[in-house]
């Protein structure tokens, strides 16, 4: 059974920083791309950064470049997602997916979705 559980979501003012994490499991993970997608209230999920796992390709929506990162430890089959200079419009649930194969941005073509972890940001 595949589970993925996130944690490190909270309440940061504007211009500071977390960092989420994604615990994989079930999962032959060399088989599949991993990423973080959020959705705020009233708003449609969306894309937000992507990593291969027996690769180096990494993914970022424009809104997040250059502030957000994407990044994993195999050994422990996490995924992070460090999020720098946050501002008031980032914050969402953020959700971490697993997709098999091949990264897209197409939210309903990933395949496993974790619980979801709110990140609360301050003005």
């Known amino acids: 059974q595949v589970q993925l559980v996130e944690s490190g979501g909270g309440l940061v003012q504007a211009g500071g920083s977390l960092r989420l994490s994604c615990a994989a499991s079930g999962l032959a993970s060399s088989l599949y791309v991993m990423g973080w997608f959020r959705q705020a209230p009233g708003k449609e999920r969306s894309f937000v950064a992507a990593i291969t796992w027996g690769g180096d390709s990494t993914y970022a929506a424009d809104s997040v470049k250059g502030r957000f990162t994407i990044s994993r430890d195999n050994a422990k089959n996490t995924v992070y997602l460090q999020l720098n200079n946050l501002r008031p419009e980032d914050a969402s649930v953020y959700y971490c997916?697993?997709?098999?194969?091949?990264?897209?941005?197409?939210?309903?073509?990933?395949?496993?979705w974790g619980q979801g972890t709110q990140v609360t940001v301050s003005s």
């Open positions: 997916a697993a997709k098999k194969y091949t990264y897209s941005a197409d939210v309903p073509s990933w395949d496993y």
